[in-house]
């Protein structure tokens, strides 16, 4: 079992920026890929950002590159979502996700369903 569990989420002018945390604990942390989600208000959850094992891959959604970061620290088991430029399309609840990948694997992947634990979410919200 992982449990994760995300912060950092708040409310954010349009055009500032946010750090969002998600720290894992229970198993390997560096057995798992991580992938960050989002799900914003009467909408489908959305891929955002996945990142390997190693940190050595990442993979973003189309909507988000040049603006979200994703990077991990196996030695503090957490994952990180840097978000600059922060627009209100981006008002959502952001979940990240543990996906159990083989050893060394730089597998990465935006399907939820292949993601084994999923933290309970942290807010963001873009005022414009």
């Known amino acids: 079992q992982v449990q994760l569990v995300e912060s950092g989420g708040g409310l954010v002018q349009a055009g500032g920026s946010l750090r969002l945390s998600c720290a894992a604990s229970g198993r390997t942390f560096s057995d798992y890929a991580m992938g960050w989600f989002r799900q914003a208000p009467g909408k489908e959850r959305e891929f955002v950002a996945a990142?390997?094992?190693?940190?050595?891959?990442?993979y973003y959604a189309d909507s988000v590159k040049g603006r979200f970061h994703i990077s991990r620290d196996n030695a503090k088991n957490t994952v990180y979502l840097e978000i600059i430029s922060l627009k209100a399309d981006d008002t959502a609840v952001y979940y990240c996700?543990?996906?159990?990948?083989?050893?060394?694997?730089?597998?990465?992947?935006?399907?939820?369903?292949?993601?084994?634990?999923w933290g309970q979410g942290t807010q963001v919200t873009v005022s414009s």
């Open positions: 996700a543990a996906d159990r990948v083989s050893w060394s694997s730089e597998r990465v992947t935006k399907k939820p369903d292949e993601y084994d634990y």
């Open positions: 990142i390997s094992v190693s940190g050595g891959t990442t």
